[in-house]
Each structure stands twice: as structure tokens, then as C-alpha cells.
């Protein structure tokens, strides 16, 4: 089959990454892709936002499964357009993309399926004194939650009262999120562990891919600003096979069978974002795609044909044993360039690629790269995803081998956290201890 990706980070590499071992892929096209993604895949220099473009593309090259990696061109309903014109496309209809494209549809949908989550209330801009009233019930931190997409940017953690009424008003009156902040979530703030489940679904059948842990603060000991995600891995031993089954009972079903209910049946990655809590697992968000870098850990973990696995969801006819339980695992150690998540600057030149590659177990996902003249470039703030895979699914051996790899890269102002996965280490040894 002919395979489209669509989109141009960490993410794609790893999914073009996969698909290239898949014996029933025959040619695979990135639109637009990066400079690793390159080396596996032909560019289609189209924008990930032009659904008009992709189309052409996909309708004259005789695409035969087209993948959509970021949310916007999902939420946009680019699903809906590819399947009007019969073209086979994994990921949700724009109706089902709402689950994240609207924080007021996901919240008031899990209200009305009983799906666990942290209590809140919506507010619009008529409603500001009655959100003022509100906050002021709530136990500090308070978080205000953005409506709609707002690049990651939407979710604030308020300290004091104060911060948590001037979130609010610059969000529904000041507008700094353009149309996503009209309306507001105002939630309790949960304490826990988080953990990222992926499931593949075709509406009905599901699978449920490892679990990852990303790492969100910029600094080590999860400090600083919130960023996209500086590093993962897979699987995550916070979630144990019962934590596993409960957040399938708890979560997955409801989630599949209220989407069916309400005539737009889920077809694609399901991404659950959880806090596991003393009380049990709740719902942070949901995103309607492959999250990244989750991705460049939990991808590696699927045993059997990406493409194959993915049409198969795209059709409506997942075998969910089509996907076997994978023994290894992986981490993922992003570097970025410095100033990110705010300022920072591109075009540096990154040296080392290749050394970084020589262990068989390494790959380096590029997720902000370009070419020029035979450099390869910084063109983003997260750079590289640097990802080892160990097939004895010894944790600790993969970080080792993620950061000496890591260590071999170099551009000016290279910056990468010293800590991922040690979270899973302690739990990892506390449990050894224990037994
Ligand atoms: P979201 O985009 O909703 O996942 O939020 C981004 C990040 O904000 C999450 O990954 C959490 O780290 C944090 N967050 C969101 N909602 C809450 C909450 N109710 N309590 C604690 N942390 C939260
Ligand atoms: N890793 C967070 C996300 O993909 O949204």
C-alpha cells in the first residue's frame, strides 16, 4: 500500500520510522516532514493545514492510507473531507475530534458518562463573576483550562486566587488565545502520578498501546515552565496490569460507547491523559491523536504491521490481536534548543547524528530539523528526540544508552533534561525492594 503521513515532528519520524518496517508498505510520502524524516520517506512540501493540497496529493499518487499526526488539521475535519472522496484516512471526524478540540464538550461529555475527572465548571464572558465566585470555593492551586487549542499553551496552574481571576479574564476578556479562551474551564487541581494511554480504536474494538510517562517541565525534577514534553518512556510501571484494566473499565469503554451514543463513533488514537490519584485514575484531557514524544516510545513497542494495524482502524476492522504484547522497552530524551519553551533561536548546525546512531538500539527521532547544503539544521525548539529500545525491556539499561547517545549530539545551545525516566527507576527499585 501507499502510505501519506502528515505532519512534520518527532512524532511522524517515529510513525514513518515504523512503517518502513512494514513488509506492505510500498511507498511512504511525509507532507512536509523534516530532514530525518527524508531519509525514509519522499516530502511532499505541502503545509499540514491545506487539506485542499493533501487531497490532490492523495487522490493522484493513488494513496492508499493517509495518517494524520497533529490535532489541528483533525479538528479542522480533514478525516471528513478524505472520506468523502472514499479515501481510507486514520484518525477521528471532526465531530469526534471535539473529544480535544473543545474542553467544554470533553468535560460535560465524561459529566454525563460518568467518566472520572477533576470537578469543575464552565464559564463564558457573561459569566465572569459567578467563575470569580467559584474559584473562590476552591482549594488552592486552581486550574483554568482554554476552550479550545491554544498550541499547548492553555492550561495555567494558579497559586492564589488572584492569578487564577486574572487567568480567567485574559482568557475570555482579553482574549490572548483568540477564540479558543471564549469559553473557560475552572477545575480542582488533582495531585498523582500522570500517565499517557494511547488506544487504537475502530469505534467498537480497541487495543491499548503500553503506557508512557512524559516529562512536562522543562527542568529536571520537574521544575520550571510546562513545554510540549521534554522526554518519555514506555512502558510505564506506575500503571500496573490492574491500574491497566481499571482505566480500560473506568475510562476506555465509556469513552468509546458515549462517542457511539452520540452518533459519532471514535475511529483512530484515542490519547488519554490521566493522573493516577489516591482516589483512582482520573481524566486530564483527551487528545484526539498520537501524543508526542509519547510516541517515540510506545511506537517502537507495537509488535506487528503499523500500516496494516492502522488501515485496519481507518476500515473499521481492527483485530485487536493483530497487535501483540511487546516485552522491551524505551525511552526518549528530547533536546531542545535553549530559550524553549519561550525564545529561541534556529538554523544552528547539529553535529554527531550519525555517532548517536551507531548503537542498533538508538534512533534519533527529528522533531524541529531542516536541511540546507547538506547540513542539517535546528528549525524548532524541541530538536531531536534521542530513543533506545531495549528488547530485554530493561528500563535502566535504555536510559543509559538514550543519554550516551545523547551526549555524542552537539549545536550550539543544545539543552536536554538529566532526569527522564528516573521516576520510573525509583518505582522500579521500591517495588524490588519490597518483594
Ligand atoms: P492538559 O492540556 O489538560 O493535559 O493540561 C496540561 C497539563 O497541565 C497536564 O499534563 C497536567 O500536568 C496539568 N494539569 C491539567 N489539569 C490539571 C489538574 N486538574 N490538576 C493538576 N494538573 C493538571
Ligand atoms: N505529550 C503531550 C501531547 O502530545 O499532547
Not at 473562590?136 to 487564577?164: F, M, N, R, S, Y
Not at 528526540?385 to 538514550?402: F, H, P, R
Request: hydrophobic residues 40%; aromatic residues 6%.
Amino acid at each position: 500500500m501507499n502510505v501519506l503521513v502528515v505532519g512534520s515532528g518527532g512524532r511522524e519520524h517515529a510513525l514513518v520510522w515504523k512503517l518502513r518496517r512494514d513488509p506492505g508498505v510500498q511507498k511512504l510520502y511525509c507532507a512536509p516532514g523534516n530532514a530525518g524524516i527524508a531519509q525514509l520517506a519522499d516530502l511532499v512540501p505541502v503545509n499540514q493545514a491545506d487539506t485542499n493540497s493533501l487531497l490532490t496529493f492523495a487522490r493522484q499518487e493513488r494513496i492508499d492510507l493517509t495518517i494524520v499526526g497533529p490535532e489541528q488539521p483533525l479538528t479542522a475535519g480533514i478525516v471528513d473531507r478524505f472520506e468523502s472522496h472514499d479515501l481510507a484516512i486514520f484518525g477521528p471526524s471532526q465531530s469526534a475530534a471535539r473529544i480535544e478540540g473543545s474542553k467544554v464538550f470533553a468535560k460535560d461529555f465524561m459529566k454525563r458518562n460518568g467518566i472520572p475527572t477533576a470537578r469543575y465548571k464552565r464559564f463564558s464572558v457573561s459569566e465572569i463573576h459567578e467563575a470569580e465566585s467559584f474559584i473562590q470555593t476552591l482549594h488552592l492551586p486552581v486550574v483554568v483550562k482554554a476552550d479550545g487549542l491554544a498550541g499547548g499553551k492553555g492550561v495555567i496552574i494558579c497559586e492564589t486566587q488572584k492569578l487564577a481571576i486574572d487567568a480567567v479574564q485574559s482568557m475570555v476578556l482579553d482574549k490572548v488565545f483568540g477564540n479558543a479562551g471564549e469559553r473557560v474551564i475552572i477545575e480542582e487541581f488533582l495531585e498523582g502520578e500522570e500517565a499517557s494511554v494511547f488506544v487504537l480504536t475502530d469505534g467498537s474494538d480497541f487495543v491499548t498501546l503500553p503506557p508512557a510517562q512524559d516529562h512536562k517541565r522543562i527542568l529536571d525534577g520537574d521544575l520550571g515552565r510546562n513545554t510540549g514534553g521534554m522526554g518519555a518512556y514506555a512502558p510505564a510501571p506506575v500503571v500496573t496490569e490492574k491500574i491497566k484494566r481499571l482505566i480500560e473499565e473506568e475510562v476506555v469503554v465509556p469513552t468509546l460507547e458515549g462517542m457511539r451514543k452520540l452518533g459519532t463513533p471514535y475511529r483512530g488514537c484515542l490519547y488519554c491523559g490521566l493522573m493516577l490519584t489516591e482516589e483512582g485514575v482520573k481524566v486530564l484531557e483527551y487528545n484526539c491523536r498520537f501524543g508526542d514524544p509519547e510516541t517515540q516510545v510506545v511506537v517502537p513497542l507495537v509488535e506487528g504491521n503499523l500500516g496494516e494495524i492502522l488501515l485496519s482502524v481507518a476500515k473499521g476492522k481492527l483485530d485487536p490481536r493483530s497487535v501483540a504484547p511487546s516485552s522491551s522497552s524505551a525511552v526518549c530524551i528530547v533536546v531542545a534548543s535553549e530559550g524553549y519553551p519561550d525564545h529561541y533561536e534556529v538554523g544552528k548546525e547539529i553535529t554527531g547524528l550519525q555517532a548517536a546512531a551507531d548503537d542498533i538500539d538508538v534512533v534519533v527521532f527529528h522533531a524541529g530539523t531542516n536541511q540546507h547544503g547538506g547540513k542539517v539544521l535546528t528549525s524548532g525548539g524541541r530538536v531531536l528526540g534521542v530513543t533506545a529500545i531495549e528488547k530485554n525491556g530493561n528500563l535502566e539499561k535504555a536510559i543509559g544508552k538514550a543519554y550516551r547517545a545523547t551526549e555524542k549530539i552537539a549545536f550550539e545551545g543544545a539543552y536536554y533534561r538529566r532526569d527522564i525516566g528516573r521516576k520510573a527507576l525509583n518505582r522500579l527499585k521500591v517495588t524490588a525492594d519490597t518483594q
